[in-house]
């Protein structure tokens, strides 16, 4: 019998019941082919769930639907950040319409960030 976390579970639970954007969107980021860049999905990262993150870049990617608060998201964002991740946010509207320009904004993202990245102290 194997024990699981339960932000395992719900990772697993997110990436199983993902939106038809999410999957047209992990179909484009999956097998490195941004730049050679890999990507996960719905990453637990500390209280949060990220939609997509590249750990080597430390960039979260987040598909904002209309259901999106801007509160919580801000929330989030900030903790993100403070843990040293960019977050791009990308409106679902984006990858419906342009996926072609948003797949170019995140590698633009990965080679050329436009905000430094906060490296954690040892043991953080």
């Known amino acids: 019998m194997s024990v699981h976390r339960p932000d395992t579970d719900r990772a697993r639970y ?19 082919q ?11 990262i500390g209280p949060y769930f990220v939609d997509f993150l590249c750990l080597s870049a430390r960039l979260a990617v987040e598909v904002d639907g209309p259901l999106h608060e801007d509160e919580s ?5 900030k903790w993100l950040e ?21 797949i170019h904004g995140i590698y633009l993202e990965l080679t050329e960030p436009s905000l430094p990245v906060r490296v954690p102290p040892p043991g953080e």
């Open 14 to 32: 997110l990436r199983t019941n993902a939106t038809k954007v999410e999957r047209y969107m992990w179909s484009r980021l999956c097998d490195r």
């Open 34 to 44: 941004v730049g050679g860049y890999k990507f996960r999905r719905q990453v637990p």
């Open 73 to 77: 998201d801000a929330r989030k964002t």
């Open 82 to 102: 403070s843990a040293g991740y960019r977050v791009l946010r990308i409106p679902v509207g984006d990858v419906d319409e342009s996926m072609d320009d948003v």
